[in-house]
Nanobody, 121 residues
């Protein structure tokens, strides 16, 4: 069994910061691409940022310069540092990972349960 567990969400004022974490646990051989996604009420789930095993990153235009994605491969953990938060960043944030549970098996995609981020005064 594999689990991705997000943490670090909450209520923050505009201009504030939050740091999200996503910890992968269970039977895991290798983790490949990881990413953060978000879904606001009534909207589709959109990509926020992605990171490869080697650390190459991509960001949605709306968060460039404000958010930073990183990962600790030794801890099977990914992070999202969010600065200068805006009300439009309010959403449920999900982490995703492509991983192989056992050597020789196929790579599968897993999702966390999501963590709420609310930016409001």
């Amino acid at each position: 069994q594999v689990q991705l567990v997000e943490s670090g969400g909450g209520l923050v004022q505009p201009g504030g910061s939050l740091r999200l974490s996503c910890a992968a646990s269970g039977t895991i051989s290798s983790i490949y691409d990881m990413g953060w996604y978000r879904q606001a009420p009534g909207k589709q789930r959109d990509v926020v940022a992605t990171i490869t095993t080697g650390g190459s990153t991509n960001y949605a235009d709306s968060v460039k310069g404000r958010f930073t994605i990183s990962r600790d491969n030794a801890k099977n953990t990914m992070y999202l540092q969010m600065n200068s938060l805006k009300p439009e960043d309010t959403a449920v944030y999900y982490c995703s990972a492509d991983l192989r549970r056992l050597p020789g098996t196929r790579v599968q995609n897993y999702w966390g349960q999501g963590t709420q981020v609310t930016v409001s005064s």
